[in-house]
Nanobody
Framework: VQLQASGGGLVQAGDSLRLSCTFS????????MGWFRQAPGKERMFVSA???????DYQDSVKGRFTISRDNAEKKVYLQMNTLKPEDTAVYFC????????????????????WGQGTQVTVSS
């Protein structure tokens, strides 16, 4: 599995960005796709995830502003980010984890075995 994230950039507070992640490999439909972010000097943190059937999960700080979606036919996952804030500034990573109904939490970094290279999002005030 290889993941390629794109779509980051420099924006002003209140603006929007859409991140994309392209999945290369087999059985995309069986993977949980997640977005994480890492600010300078901080740990990588969960942002959002979508399970194979499309149900979603969000970190509280992005609920109502970010929307995750997946296109199983195109093997892509998106993160639409609206009303961006300076505290959203970070490198954003997409990640993939094989779906297991009773497996580890998909909010954990350690659950994901496949990671993209990251895309920088900078929000100026």
């Amino acid at each position: 599995v290889q993941l390629q994230a794109s779509g980051g950039g420099l924006v002003q507070a209140g603006d929007s960005l859409r991140l994309s992640c392209t999945f290369s490999g087999r059985a995309f439909n069986n993977y949980v796709m997640g977005w994480f972010r890492q600010a300078p000097g901080k740990e990588r943190m969960f942002v959002s995830a979508t399970r194979p059937k499309g149900d979603t999960d969000y970190q509280d700080s992005v609920k109502g502003r970010f929307t995750i979606s997946r296109d199983n036919a195109e093997k892509k996952v998106y993160l639409q980010m609206n009303t961006l804030k300076p505290e959203d500034t970070a490198v954003y990573f997409c990640a993939a984890a094989w779906f297991e109904p009773f497996g580890s939490s998909y909010r954990l970094v350690t659950t994901y075995k496949n990671w993209g290279q990251g895309t920088q999002v900078t929000v100026s005030s």
